[in-house]
């Protein structure tokens, strides 16, 4: 069980050598990614955003920029899965999960972990909280690249799905370990060969 500390500590490590070999493995399709997007849409060329992560510290989340750079103009918005603020190419690189290679640094940072609960901006965290007293409880785990509610459901992109997916993080959290951990991995990988977003 996770509750142990020697299986964090082997956690932490797996995090560390998955996210190196990540960024080793993932380094060409990174720069050609990031020449497309200079060319289609100019810079800047990756996307930071403060998220909630782990006890709810806050951080800085570092995706490649697959939205119109105006795209925030008129404040924080929930995704969508057919969002219209996302770039020709960037719905290739959401296709595939390539904008979310850059989070394996989070993860070398201590700041994330390969499988966790997804995490959250604070905008539009304010509003959940009070709508969903149990949300707090996600922050008992370092947020994750993907998760046993990324696997499981589809875009939280309002309240009421949000409630939903709290259901499957919640699960999580209580039942995490390494089986599921690897089941979580597993079953990503199978979502990454048919494009997953």
Known sequence: RMKNPFVHLIKRFADLMIAAAGLILSAPILLLSLI?????SGFPLFFVQTRTGYMGKSYSMIKLRTMRKDAEGKGAQWAKKQDARVTFFGKFLRTWRIDE??????????????????PERPELENEIN??????????????????????????????????????????????ASFFLDLEIMLSTLRSLTKGSR
């Open 36 to 40: 497309l997007i200079g060319l289609e």
């Open 101 to 118: 290679i850059p989070q394996f640094w989070n993860v070398i940072k201590g700041e994330m972990s390969i499988v966790g609960p997804r």
């Open 130 to 175: 009070e709508r969903l007293p149990y949300w707090k409880c996600r922050y008992l785990l370092k947020p994750g690249l993907t998760g046993w509610a990324q696997i499981r459901f589809r875009y939280a992109s309002d309240m009421e799905s949000s409630e939903e997916k709290l259901a499957y993080d919640l699960y999580y959290v209580k039942n």
